[in-house]
Nanobody
């Protein structure tokens, strides 16, 4: 019963902030690479950020300096802090868990950046 559930999406103005959360169950959370992906209307799904089991992080250039990924292994949670949001950040954001050949996805949460 692997389950990833995102929360924290919503409507924000340009320049605003949101923090997305992903609650995981059914996996040994601490050994998984956790990631955030997004898919904008008419676009392919793209990687936004990931964090390894050891806490190393990487974010794509388009969000570098604005987004931060973090994890809390005790709580089995992964977060995406999004600051200085732009309209082009509008997308459905998906939580991802990966270990070797296994990959799991959450259902997504909508982020809309608009005036």
């Amino acid at each position: 019963q692997v389950q990833l559930v995102e929360s924290g999406g919503g409507l924000v103005q340009p320049g605003g902030s949101l923090r997305l959360s992903c609650a995981a169950s059914g996996i040994i959370f601490s050994i998984y690479v956790m990631g955030w992906y997004r898919q904008a209307p008419g676009k392919q799904r793209e990687l936004v950020a990931f964090i390894t089991s050891g806490g190393s992080t990487n974010v794509v250039d388009s969000v570098k300096g604005r987004f931060t990924i973090s994890r809390d292994n005790a709580k089995k949670m992964v977060y995406l802090q999004m600051n200085s949001l732009k309209p082009e950040d509008t997308a459905v954001y998906y939580c991802n868990a990966r270990k070797g050949p296994t990959t799991d996805w959450g259902p997504g949460t909508q982020v809309t950046v608009s005036s």
